[in-house]
């Protein structure tokens, strides 16, 4: 039985303890056509986990409330939601800094008063969960709430915008689809005027953001979940390309299980090592990730791909 039933019995008994009528197991079951055992299981959940003041009254033959200011916590979670709303919340305080503001704080606040209602204390949440994130770029606040402002109203957006691609800044004008963080830094997903396509702005490199009163339409054909998960990483295009990766024996060890994308492809050789397929747009970030598992991967395909790790790997030759 789902938990909102579970529920719908706690506050039923709830309701009759209040109004003095001295419910118990057999009243319980009666009501809801369930076994005294599991009358019984209700009654000490809420005494024991929601900390329901229930004494049971001989004399009555009924329960009744030693705390007359009692109330019984208006949200009910299962395990698996308790979990995540402590994750939820973890992740959120992590994730926020200064930038996003006392919004954040607002909501954290709240989920924070929840999982006490469910017994669960502050400190223990912090000493028990944490994310740790690095190499992340933060956005100051005003410019955050300028881009979520756009991306929630549909208007556009007028920005200076700082790429390593360029030694200056250049002033762009687009129509912002969709805020992501990815790995702990603020990325904008959006269609901008002076390149005629989209792109993916960082959103810690803006300057100087204004919100146009001119608002646009995202296209029918255009769908964010399917854009994400179009290839790997963060950055995307039209052009995709299968890699396949593979790991050494021993680098395979600590590989497997790994998911890089959600339609991967897994292989394992005879000798032991492991070879991955997966769909990538842009070489950039899968060079910087094949990079850093040295001499225990090597790039079967493509071949373009294998030239620019081979160009890289005699470059850091060169430096040792």
């Not at 004494?55 to 009692?70: A, L, N």
């Not at 007028?158 to 830094?185: I, K």
């Not at 904008?188 to 608002?215: E, P, Q, W």
Request: glycine content about 4%.
């Amino acid at each position: 039985m789902g938990s909102k039933n579970i529920y719908e019995r706690f506050i039923w008994f709830d309701d009759r303890v209040k109004q003095k009528r001295y419910p118990n197991t057999t009243s319980l079951s009666k009501q809801f056509e369930i076994s005294i055992k599991t009358a019984q299981r209700d009654v000490e959940f809420m005494r024991d986990r929601l900390n329901c003041p229930l004494f049971y009254d001989p004399s009555r033959k009924g329960y009744f409330y030693e705390d007359d200011t009692f109330s019984l916590p208006l949200i009910y979670l299962s395990s698996e939601e308790l979990s995540s709303l402590l994750i939820a919340r973890k992740f959120l305080q992590d994730i926020s800094e200064s930038y996003i503001g006392d919004e954040i704080s607002s909501v954290i606040q709240k989920i924070t008063a929840i999982l006490k209602k469910h017994m669960v204390e502050e400190n223990l949440i912090d000493e028990a969960l944490s994310f740790q994130l690095i190499q992340y770029s933060t956005a100051p606040e005003e410019i955050f709430k300028g881009v979520l402002e756009g991306c929630l109203q549909r208007k556009s957006l007028h920005f200076q915008y700082y790429s390593p691609a360029y030694e200056d800044a250049t002033v762009r004008t687009a129509d912002p689809y969709h805020l992501l963080n990815y790995m702990g830094t603020w990325h904008l997903i959006a269609y901008c005027h002076t390149k005629k396509n989209l792109r993916n702005f960082v959103v810690g490199r803006m300057r100087d953001l204004k919100v146009l009163d001119t608002t646009f339409s995202i296209p029918r054909e255009f769908h964010i979940k399917e854009y994400l998960q179009s290839a790997f990483g963060i950055y995307k295009g039209k052009s995709i390309n299968q890699v396949t990766l593979r790991f050494s024996p021993l680098k395979s060890k600590w590989i497997a299980g790994q998911i890089w994308h959600k339609d991967q492809k897994v292989n394992y050789l005879q000798d032991g090592s492991l070879e991955l397929t997966f769909p990538v747009a842009n070489f950039a970030e899968i060079t910087m990730e094949i990079l850093k598992h040295g001499a225990g991967v090597e790039v079967v395909k493509p071949k373009a791909l294998r030239e620019i790790i081979k160009h890289e790997a005699k470059n850091i030759f060169k430096i040792y």
